[in-house]
C-alpha cells in the first residue's frame, strides 16, 4: 500500500500567516510519484536524534517525498537559521513569519548530530533571513566549521539562500570551504513574479557564477522544479544559463503542491520527459545531471557527490567514455566526462 506523506510541522502551526493565499485545489498525483509511508526503525532513531538536539530539517518542514527512504539510510538535510523563512515563496511549505531567534548552540549539535549518526556527506541548508545582517552568512560559517572539527572526513554542502546581496556573504560561506556550493534557481525566469516573488533570476544566477570565481576548486550546484507551466525552451535556456555561470551539477524535480494555499500544479511530467531533460543536460556539458519525479536538491546527495568528484577527474583527466567503477568494491573510480546521478555498471 502506499500513501501520501504529511511531514511533521513545526513552523506553520505556529504562524498561520503563511496560509492567506486563495485555495487551489491539490491534484490527485500519479502512480510514479506516490511513495511509501516511512516505518522503518532506522527512519524513527534519526527522527529522534533531530528532535534530541533540536534540530530541524529541510525534509519535514518542506514535507520531502523521500524522507522515508532518506532517513531510513540516515541521509538528512538540516536546515538552520530556525524554522520560520523572510520570505513567502508560493511553492514552498516552510513557514513565513516573524523569524526564530539564532541558536549560539546550533552549529555544534549539527556536527554532534553529523558524528553520532556517522555521517560522509552532510547538506546544511537554511530559510531566507533577511532581517539578519549578514543573510545568516556567518552562521552558515560557523556549522561548517564545526561541523569539520568535528568530523574531518565529512564532506560539506550547503544549500544557501542569496543572501539579498547583502555585501561579503558570500565570501563568508565560501571562505569556510564546503565542499559543494548549491543554490536552487527553482524556476524559469518568467515565473519568478508568481513563483519565486522574493528573489530575482539573475541575482541567483550571479550567486553560482561568483561563488565559482571565488573559489574554482568549489563543486557549484543548482535545481529546478518543472510542472508549474514552464516550456521546454525556457528550461532549456536555463540550462545554458547554468553553464555559462560554470555549474557542474544541475537537478530537475516534479513541483508537488504542498496545500491548497500555494501555487497549483500545471501538469504532471511523465519520467520519459524527464529522461530527455537528463539527456539534454548532459549534451551540455554538465558533469552530472538528475532529473526525475522525486528527484530533489539534496537526495541522496553523497553518492551523488562521489560521483560528482570522480566525473571531475575523469574530465580532466580526459577519459570520456570510461564507466563509473564501484570504489567500494575495487577503489578506483573510472567514470565519464558527464554522467546522471542513476548511471550504474550493469549486472
Partial sequence: ???????????????????????????????WIRVKAPVS?????????????????VCEEAACPNIGECWSQRHATVMILGSVCTRACAFCNVATGMPDKLDPHEPDHVAEMAARVGLKHIVITSVDRDDLPDGGAEHFARTIRAV???????TIEVLTPDF????????????ARPDVFNHNLETVPRLYPSIRPGARYFTSLYLLARAKELDPSIFTKSGLMVGLGEGAEELY?????LRS??????????????TPKHAAVDRFVPPTEFGTYEKVGRGKGF?????????????????????LRAAREAHLAGLPSMRLVDLATTGEMSPPATMTSTDRLPN
Avoid at 4 to 28: F, L, M, T
Avoid at 164 to 175: I, R, S
Fill in 1 to 31: 500500500m502506499t500513501v501520501e506523506i504529511k511531514a511533521p510541522r513545526r513552523g506553520a502551526e505556529r504562524h498561520p500567516e503563511k496560509r492567506n493565499r486563495p485555495d487551489s485545489p491539490v491534484q490527485r498525483k500519479p502512480d
Fill in 41 to 57: 526503525q532506522t527512519y524513527k532513531e534519526t527522527r529522534d536524534l533531530m528532535r534530541e538536539l533540536d534540530l530541524v530539517t
Fill in 148 to 154: 569539520r572539527r568535528a568530523n574531518p572526513e565529512t
Fill in 164 to 175: 539579498k546581496n547583502k555585501p561579503g556573504a558570500l565570501e563568508t560561506v565560501v571562505e
Fill in 237 to 241: 535556456q536555463v540550462m545554458d544559463d
Fill in 245 to 258: 555561470a560554470g555549474v557542474d551539477f544541475m537537478t530537475i524535480g516534479q513541483y508537488l503542491q504542498p
Fill in 287 to 307: 558533469l552530472m545531471m538528475s532529473a526525475s519525479p522525486l528527484t530533489r536538491s539534496s537526495y541522496l546527495a553523497g553518492d551523488d557527490f562521489a560521483r
